[in-house]
């Protein structure tokens, strides 16, 4: 078993499910899957990680999920201000899991980056996520 997939399912509702989200973005997108010529901002769901977390003789499972914020505005307010939105809707927060139980979702860094072959602005942003089956 592993958590993976109902974590990224979860996370994706999650965000495409905010209004106030959507109003700051273009779209939600798999890494993997950005539209070609896609219009900036957007964010992806991107690398994850997994290890065994059992406790209580129950298992689970301690994930990161790094989402991407991409943006073309000059400087980092856009890139800021849709990573205090998915603060507010994914640190400290519970997640919908279809079969497993969440112990918590924390926000653990984000980085400012230049991206050095075009004039965009993007920022990596981690999430700590436990689970128990």
């Known amino acids: 078993m592993t958590s993976l997939g109902e974590i990224q399912r979860a996370l994706y509702q999650r965000l495409t499910g905010d209004t106030t989200l959507m109003n700051l973005v273009k779209g ?16 992806t769901i991107g690398e994850a990680t997994e290890v065994p977390f ?3 003789q129950r298992r689970g499972y301690e994930a990161t999920v790094t989402l991407h914020i991409w943006s ?9 201000a849709i990573l205090a939105r998915l603060n507010q809707i994914l640190d400290q927060q519970s997640l ?4 497993m139980t969440q ?15 075009e004039d965009v602005r993007h920022m990596p942003v981690r999430y700590r996520i436990e689970t128990q089956e």
Not at 28 to 43: E, K, L, M, R
Not at 96 to 99: G, I, K, N, V, Y
């Open 28 to 43: 939600i997108f798999d890494a993997s899957s950005v539209p070609d010529a896609q219009t900036y901002p957007y964010v």
């Open 54 to 56: 059992h406790s209580f």
């Open 72 to 80: 073309a505005a000059k400087g980092f307010k856009e890139a800021q």
């Open 96 to 99: 919908q899991l279809a079969t």
């Open 103 to 117: 112990v918590g979702c924390w926000y653990e860094f984000s980085e400012s980056l230049n991206d050095p072959e």
